[in-house]
T-cell receptor
C-alpha cells in the first residue's frame, strides 16, 4: 500500500509565477490536510479537504492561495504570483474517515522562490 | 484555541543516555496529543499518540510519553539513546471535540546524539 505521494519534491519558481503542488492520498483515504513549514519553524495548518469539499481553510492566506480535492485525481495546492515569503516546505497528510484516525504525511514539496 | 510549547529547540544527549523531550500544551477541551519525528528532507512519521485511553503511551523505536493533565504536559522519553534517533521531533495537539482533527504543532526539538 503506497503512502502519501507528493510531487514535485522540489519546485523552483521566480517571483510572480504560479506554483502547483500535488498530493495523492493513501488508498482509501478521503480526507486531506495541507501544512506549511517555514524554515526553523513547526508545521502550520493551512486547509482541510474532503472529496470535492473544503471543510476548513482557516489557515490559508486570504489571497493567492487556493486548494482543491476533486472527485478524481490528486489534491492540488495552488499559489498564484509567488513571492519570496512563500518559500517553504509544504506537506500533505491524509487519513481515513474513521474518527481520530492517524494522519499520514507525505514527503513534502520544497518550494523555492527566486 | 490550542497551542503547544516545546522547551528546548536543541537537545544533545550521549549515546546510551536518557532522552527527554519536553512538551506542554494548552487546550480548553480534552486534547489528543501526538509526537512525530522528522528525518532530514523527509515527511513526518508518527511516534505515538494519546487519545484519552492509558496515560502512559508506548510508541515505536522504544519511545514513550506520559500524559499529565495536572501539569498539561506530554513529555517524550527513551531510556537509551541510539545514533539513529538523531532527528527533529514535533509535539502536536488536536481537539477531540472538533470534527476536522487538524493538528497544531510545536516549533520542534532537534535531537543530536553524541557518540
Amino acid at each position: 500500500n503506497a503512502g502519501v505521494m507528493q510531487n514535485p519534491r522540489h519546485l523552483v519558481r521566480r517571483r510572480g509565477q504560479e506554483a502547483r503542488l500535488r498530493c495523492s492520498p493513501m488508498k482509501g483515504h478521503s480526507h486531506v490536510y495541507w501544512y506549511r513549514q517555514l524554515p526553523e519553524e513547526g508545521l502550520k495548518f493551512m486547509v482541510y479537504l474532503q472529496k470535492e469539499n473544503i471543510i476548513d481553510e482557516s489557515g490559508m492566506p486570504k489571497e493567492r492561495f487556493s486548494a482543491e480535492f476533486p472527485k478524481e485525481g490528486p489534491s492540488i495546492l495552488r499559489i498564484q504570483q509567488v513571492v519570496r515569503g512563500d518559500s517553504a516546505a509544504y506537506f500533505c497528510a491524509s487519513r481515513s474517515g474513521t474518527v481520530n484516525n492517524e494522519q499520514f504525511f507525505g514527503p513534502g514539496t520544497r518550494l523555492t522562490v527566486l | 484555541a490550542q497551542s503547544v510549547t516545546q522547551l528546548g529547540s536543541h537537545v544533545s544527549v550521549s549515546e546510551g543516555a536518557l532522552v527527554l523531550l519536553r512538551c506542554n500544551y494548552s487546550s480548553s477541551v480534552p486534547p489528543y496529543l501526538f509526537w512525530y519525528v522528522q528525518y532530514p528532507n523527509q515527511g513526518l512519521q508518527l511516534l505515538l499518540k494519546y487519545t484519552s485511553a492509558a496515560t502512559l503511551v508506548k510508541g515505536i523505536n522504544g519511545f514513550e510519553a506520559e500524559f499529565k493533565k495536572s501539569e498539561t504536559s506530554f513529555h517524550l522519553t527513551k531510556p537509551s539513546a541510539h545514533m539513529s534517533d538523531a532527528a527533529e521531533y514535533f509535539c502536536a495537539v488536536s481537539d477531540q471535540n472538533r470534527r476536522n482533527e487538524k493538528l497544531t504543532f510545536g516549533t520542534g526539538t532537534r535531537l543530536t546524539i553524541i557518540p
